[in-house]
């Protein structure tokens, strides 16, 4: 068994699930147990200049350049180190399927928890591979333990062999990337890299410098409660004005009907009763004044339905999460250039398409670290049908390392 999966293994045993709303940084305090244990294992590895944030639960750490490659650029490497919300990650019991034969998967038989190849068809291209997959009951962790214990491996081989090229080389690893938090407290000035790569995308091959304009909004609606017998003329009932409000948005702009390039309104959570409702919503575009305009027509139901109902019955609080990355990363495009050249010697097919979703990357390249997304090798994420294939993490471990060798021995520059 590899070192990457070594690590991986033992990292999805700890829970670091975020939490939403939490008002805290880390928003759980058990995302620091996977830190100090990051942080204890790149001393012993022999990385320089380990700092763990225990107020914030960042680790960072140096790599040395290689002698005679101390001139060549300063490169990093990121993941995240917490778990989405949507589904647990306490007790994640990790199960490896060796020679994958193509059939439905039984996850958990005393449960009957089956991932099925109908369902799931992605499954046909790993037959003959190995899959680590969960025993149903909680997410795998995959998304973005798999990354993390990917960087961990190559900053194992390249402090075991130092004859190997490479610059100086940065790592970080990051709480709350899944509630939009991830770089809240990130210290660029600290991590030091001229560019970086998060590792933090899917199946092997995707590289990712395009991503959502990304803003989260919730509308707040306030009604009038009175007995219902008596109610007439009197009564405003705010759940069926947040109904109202959903249905003037276009209908065919929601993510259960959009894909590519095609932004969306998502109604996330709703909560409430005929005196109160607060309705959470993501509001998504590639394109930015696609994006402001949907960001404008939100707030042109709410004017139509304050004119109709009476002023402030609906508000709307509205704050943007990230930009699309491509707007920096087209001036820095080495980067997608010496990773897709990096697969294609390696003979991995490159998947450039554009990350329905945001990562740490976004908003640090408009931070000054111009920063695109690598595949890890997992699938499923925030799913109980996560899995991660054994073959497509030792190859990413081994396309991190190619791409360090590659900008030491090109001296490539920012």
């Known amino acids: 068994m590899t070192q990457t999966i070594q690590n991986f293994l033992r990292y999805v045993k700890i829970d670091t699930r975020s939490e939403e709303e ?61 778990t989405s919300p949507d589904v647990s990650g306490e007790n994640v019991r990790p199960q490896i399927i060796e ?50 214990a990917e960087i961990m491996a190559m900053v194992q081989e390249l402090l075991t062999h130092p004859e190997l090229p490479h610059g100086t080389i940065k790592v970080g690893f990051t709480p709350d990337e899944e509630i939009g938090a991830g770089v809240d407290y990130f210290d660029v000035a600290l991590f030091g890299a001229d560019f970086a790569y998060t590792v933090d995308g899917g199946p092997l091959g ?29 009564m405003k009932n705010a759940i069926l004005i947040a109904q109202e409000f959903q249905s003037l948005l276009p209908a065919l702009a929601r993510p259960e009907h959009t894909e590519g390039y095609e ?53 709307i609080e509205m704050k943007d999460s990230y930009y699309n990355m491509r707007e920096i990363i ?39 670290l111009p920063c695109p997304n690598l595949c890890t090798g997992g699938e499923n994420y925030h799913s109980r049908y996560e899995f991660a294939c054994v073959q497509s993490m030792n190859q990413v471990t081994e396309m991190l390392l190619g791409i360090v060798q590659r900008y030491a021995q090109t001296g490539e520059s920012v």
């Open 22 to 82: 939490t008002g805290m940084s880390p928003s759980t305090a058990k995302q620091h147990k996977l830190a100090g244990l990051l942080y204890e294992e790149l001393q012993a590895l022999g990385a320089v200049d380990v700092v763990y944030d225990r107020e914030h639960c960042y680790v960072y750490a140096t790599i040395p350049a290689a002698k005679g490659y101390e001139e060549s650029p300063v490169l990093g490497f990121i993941s995240h180190m917490d």
């Open 263 to 315: 932004g969306f309104y998502h109604l996330d959570n709703i909560r409430g009763n005929v005196e109160g409702v607060v309705a959470d919503y993501i509001i998504r575009d590639f394109d930015r004044t696609l994006f402001e305009q949907k960001k404008a027509y939100f707030k042109q139901i709410a004017d139509f339905l304050n004119q109709k109902y009476g002023a402030d019955t609906v508000r």
């Open 330 to 368: 087209e001036q820095h495009m080495h980067l997608v250039d010496t990773a897709r050249t990096v697969m294609e010697e390696m003979g991995i097919v490159p998947i450039v398409s554009p990350i329905r979703g945001g990562t740490d990357g976004a908003r640090l390249s408009f931070m000054n």
């Open 206 to 234: 995707e590289l990712e410098y395009e991503c959502f304009n990304a803003a989260g909004a919730k509308v707040i609606v306030t009604g009038r409660n009175v007995h219902p017998g008596t109610a007439k003329g009197k």
């Open 99 to 148: 020679n994958y034969d193509g059939k439905d998967i039984v996850l958990n038989e005393t449960e009957q928890i089956i991932m099925r190849g109908l369902d799931f068809p992605e499954l046909a291209k790993y037959v003959g591979q190995d899959l680590i997959v969960t025993d149903g009951t909680t997410l795998l962790g995959a998304d973005d333990k798999a990354g993390v």
